[in-house]
């Protein structure tokens, strides 16, 4: 999305906004016009970065803040620097394409997941309600889905250290000297783990990386290799 934040004219008619003080109706401007403001309203931002673009000092800006979350209208995660915008959902103008993928961009930039489940208990609108429990949930799958292939590969690099000693006993027969073993290892290694998911069962892996393995014995043997060195 454009870097430019719109704000409707009926900012200035809100009842909230205009109970504010000028000091507190001109910082919430700020929290929703700022370079870091996303289109969902939750963001990253430092109380440096609010100190030294707002004019406040750093008394004053946790005033403030600690007086709109009294209000129910943001939340700052102090660990994350996570500000949340909670109402910002509702004044999204189009829901196109565009849009729709800027929210599943941004959802998965958010550290605490929590602030994107208080945002969903207050949207007001049904259109942005769909739109954000739709966004949500193809987040969370993909999350899932990465967890679940990060999972798998971690398990399969546990598994290749575990049986070293098998590829070890296969390069002996090959007559491959140490140095010769660590680059043929390392070289496999990066050549299978990014095609792991087509050797899912470790014995047809290993049948794979012997037959591999013999016709990487024989090229280098035939090329005389300076790259690798024979008994």
Partial sequence: MAKFRKIHTSFWDDPYIEKLSAEDRYFFLFLLTNPLCTECGIYTISFKKMIYWSG???ETVKAIIKRFF???KVIYNLETEEMCLLNKPNFIDHLG???IDCLISEFKKVKDKTLIQKQLEVIERDDIRNVYVTCTSRGEEEEVKKKKEEKE???Y???LNTDKPFFK???QIWELTN???KAMISEFHSYNLSKEKYHSNFNDFKSHFVSWGKKKYTDYKKKKSSNYEFI
Avoid: V
Wanted: hydrophobic letters at 10%; proline letters at 5%.
């Fill in 169 to 171: 006993e296969q390069c």
């Fill in 157 to 159: 690099r546990q598994q």
């Fill in 56 to 58: 406040y000092n750093e």
């Fill in 153 to 155: 590969e971690e398990g």
């Fill in 70 to 72: 009294e209000s129910k």
């Fill in 97 to 99: 394409k565009p849009q």
């Fill in 179 to 181: 140095e010769a073993l």
